[in-house]
């Protein structure tokens, strides 16, 4: 399979501070590609630098094999990149609706039949259409998250810790609308709750200290305890 995303040798400043210090990353077409490392680690810098959202100082980031590093957020959402930031952003004033209307782009037909399949994978959404965003409860925000980023047409979404706060039971299900949902995209997942990312992973990259340390199959991670203990300080 082709390389979607590709990061080479990405160094991303914020103010003063140096913080990825040298990030490779590669995300193959119908992967779920998972970013793992400690808190702190750079793994939130990373996809807001693909984002454009804290641009990169040095290195690149290509996807389709074309240079998006200096490209602004909107083109890049516009080539087709899909982002669920760590705080989900969605709009507690608005309706379940209403957060997805205004996260569509084009209302092509696609993107309507898309929105269909979605409330079909998201029961709850459709359940609470006309609930405000603010009154869901975790796990329903976070299902609303996912769905505008991915009711556009995108190749590629990028889900920062999705099980962040939910309950297991919750978290279940995260999973599960994710695994439906890579059947359509290509998936970059950060991501703290290793049962979680090993589960549905099919490649890790392994980042400390804004840097790049690790990356393979997530079947071999899984047998290396050595690496788990040192970079994710479990096992
Ligand atoms: N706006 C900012 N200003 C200064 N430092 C920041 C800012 N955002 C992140 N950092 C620092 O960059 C490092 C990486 O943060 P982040 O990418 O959020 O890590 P992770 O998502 O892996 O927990 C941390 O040390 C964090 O304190
Ligand atoms: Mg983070």
Redesign the pocket.
């Known amino acids: 399979m082709q390389n979607l995303l590709k990061l080479h040798n990405i160094h991303t400043h914020?103010?003063q501070?140096h913080?990825l210090q040298g990030i490779d990353f590669e995300a193959k077409e119908g992967e779920v590609s998972v970013l793992l490392?400690?808190?702190?680690?750079?793994?939130?810098?990373?996809l807001?630098t693909i984002m454009g959202l804290?641009p990169a100082s040095n290195g690149s980031v290509h996807f389709f094999n074309q240079d998006i590093t200096k490209k602004a957020t909107y083109d890049i959402a516009n080539l087709g990149i899909g982002y669920v930031p760590?705080d989900q952003g969605i709009f507690g004033q608005l309706t379940v609706e209403e957060n997805l209307k205004v996260a569509i782009r084009k209302e092509t037909p696609e993107v309507m039949e898309k929105l269909e399949y979605i409330l079909e994978l998201f029961p709850d959404l459709k359940k609470f259409w006309k609930k405000a965003g603010g009154n869901l409860s975790g796990g329903q925000k976070q299902m609303l998250a996912m769905a505008r980023a991915f009711v556009n047409d995108s190749k590629l979404l990028l889900i920062?810790?999705p099980s962040k706060g939910l309950a297991p039971i919750v978290i279940e299900k995260v999973m599960e609308a994710i695994v439906e949902m890579k059947k359509q995209s290509t998936i970059v997942l950060?991501e703290q709750n290793f049962l979680m990312a090993s589960n549905i992973g099919d490649t890790y990259t392994l980042?400390d200290d804004?840097r790049t340390v690790h990356r393979g199959a997530m079947s071999d991670l899984i047998q290396n305890e050595e690496l788990k203990q040192k970079y994710l300080g479990i096992g």
């Open positions: 914020i103010g501070y913080i490392g400690r808190n702190g680690a750079g793994k939130t810098t990373t807001k804290t760590e920062d810790e950060v980042i804004g």
